[in-house]
């Protein structure tokens, strides 16, 4: 899962973008309004977290440019404490919740599970697909109650495709989903996550679509082993 942070604040933004980086997303950061207006519009992102006292372009721009070209994605403003008419104003431009400042890290955390299941129609923090069992809360995953230890981008690949089992996912979409901006990619890597993911989870659970892209299955997976791959 990939993740936009619109924070002019740098230390703010710098913490952040490592919560956010050591839960297990990819992210991107961005330090004012007109930048963040296009990425948010150019970039495929599964949330945003928009603060409204931005350089160039305030918060509420920003959000009201996106609902008017029809972008959809999840939004998470910023407020600051007691400012009430920022949340109502916030809500009326399209955002999907709010924070106010100062705020815990965890309930952001939370906060930003909740809106990405619910833009992919989960209920539950747990996901369980296919035999599979992933807890967004805190990025473990298992098969048949057993813990597989996977990689940083493992986890991206396997979050993404159970957020959408059933789906045919290509891997441009992946690429695009697990990687920030300034990451250098390349298209062969998704294969290997693929495989490893075969190897530790079972080889039926990731279904390849020849010429299309990936699925995930929903019927019962054989556990695979649980070792380690390299990030």
Known sequence: MRLLVVEDEPTLAEQLGEALAEAGYAVDVSGDGEDAAYRGATEPYDAIVLDLGLPRLDGLSVLRRWRTELIDVP?????????????????????????????????????????????????????????VTLDTRTARVSVADRPVRLTGHEYRVLSYLMHHAGEIVSRSELIDHIYAQDFDRDSNTIE?????????????????????????AVHEAVAGNNGEGDD
């Not at 600051?80 to 309930?107: N, Q, T």
């Not at 495989?195 to 010429?211: Q, Y």
């Open 75 to 131: 939004v998470l403003v910023l407020t600051a404490r007691g400012e009430w008419h920022e949340k109502v104003d916030g809500m009326d431009a399209g955002a999907d919740d709010y924070l106010a400042k100062p705020f815990r890290m965890e309930e952001l955390l939370a906060r930003l599970r909740a809106l990405i299941r619910r833009a992919s129609g989960s209920a539950s923090a747990v996901l369980e697909r296919g035999g």
């Open 192 to 216: 290997v996550f693929i495989r490893r993911l075969r190897s530790k989870l079972g080889g039926e659970v990731i279904v390849t679509e020849r010429g299309f892209g990936y699925r995930f």
